[in-house]
């Protein structure tokens, strides 16, 4: 496609959203953000800024007028802020053809559904470049929902007030941003607005036998002793291994009715977050979900002296 077409096709796509009614901000061509757009503490106050800092979300806009005169300029990619437009948008990395064991975060949402007992509708839904999946939900009305990465599931993030989503024709490198189903954009389920708003780990899963809202000595111990080991693994060396360990014998405790899961949950991601290695958190916390439930499939047999105190004679 020559340039000029390139342009006016994604003039087109930044009109048509915005005939949806949602605020579409101007991306640099090939590039997923602005390079050059300044942090409030570096405020030049001129240009857009000349009455108060702004920020790309708030200078987004609807405005047929402006978009055509911006995108006369040149073929900028359509960046949609959801948040502004009454959308959230649910953005799953997938695996790639071929790949064994990467990311598959449309699985883990799928799972996560089924957890919650939860629907997972068909909505409106674009591909990326990296083959990922992004689907648009309707944000029910009085709902204010952010943005959020890795928090409802593993490979999942949510893009809402504070973040952003390219519009289906734009285009990176390596690739171009596609719609997948035209399905207009249906009300997100609740089980989705709960498990962005949760603050804790969201996981309810059905495999625990016994909540036990607070861990025993002899769980805490175990407990305190696992994560540990987990979090003083040198760099790289073994890492993987150590917290698969300690998540499943963590899991073998949470089998046994004497840990309750999300505390389990809380404390192996505690000591993965630190390693400070943002970019295997995925992948960490992919492990602990897969080894606490190997773990919690094989409970461990505690002897009643670790069950019920007092009645130690019965452990002949
Ligand atoms: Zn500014």
Redesign the pocket.
């Known amino acids: 496609m020559t340039s000029e077409a390139q342009r006016a096709a994604l003039e087109a796509v930044a009109l048509e959203m915005a005939g949806r009614g949602w605020a579409v901000f101007p991306i640099q061509p090939g590039r997923k953000w602005p390079p050059a757009w300044?942090r409030?503490e570096n405020?030049?106050g001129r240009g857009p800024?000349a009455t108060g800092?702004?920020t790309p979300e708030s200078l987004a806009t609807t405005d047929p007028e402006v978009i055509a005169r911006v995108w006369a300029r040149m073929p900028y990619n359509v960046a949609v802020f959801p948040g502004k437009s009454g959308l959230h948008v649910v953005d799953c990395d997938v695996r790639k053809p071929g790949e064994l064991d990467g990311p598959d975060g449309w699985a883990e949402l799928v799972e996560l559904a089924g957890r919650r007992g939860g629907p997972l509708p068909e909505t409106w839904t674009t591909t990326t470049p990296s083959a990922g999946r992004h689907l648009w939900y309707a944000v029910p009305p009085g709902c204010r929902l952010a943005s959020t990465v890795g928090h409802i599931a593993a490979h999942v993030d949510t893009r809402g007030w504070g973040g952003y989503a390219l519009a289906p024709g734009s285009v990176r490198d390596d690739g171009a941003y596609e719609l997948f189903d035209d399905t207009d954009p249906v009300p997100l389920p609740g089980w989705l607005v709960q498990a962005n708003v949760e603050r804790a780990p969201t996981a309810t899963s059905g495999r625990v036998r016994t909540a036990v809202a607070v861990p025993d000595a002899f769980a805490a111990k175990a407990v305190r002793e696992e994560c540990e080991k987990v979090a003083s693994t040198p760099y790289k060396q073994g890492r993987n291994k150590a917290l698969s360990r300690a998540a499943y014998a963590l899991g073998q405790l949470v089998g046994a009715g004497v840990l309750n899961e999300d505390i389990a949950r809380i404390k192996l991601r505690a000591a993965v977050n630190s390693w400070g290695d943002a970019a295997s958190i995925g992948k960490d916390y992919a492990v602990i979900e897969t080894s606490l439930a190997a773990g919690i499939d094989n409970p461990r047999r505690i002897t009643p002296r670790h069950s019920r105190r007092g009645t130690g004679k019965e452990a002949a």
């Open positions: 300044h409030k405020c030049p800024c800092h702004v």
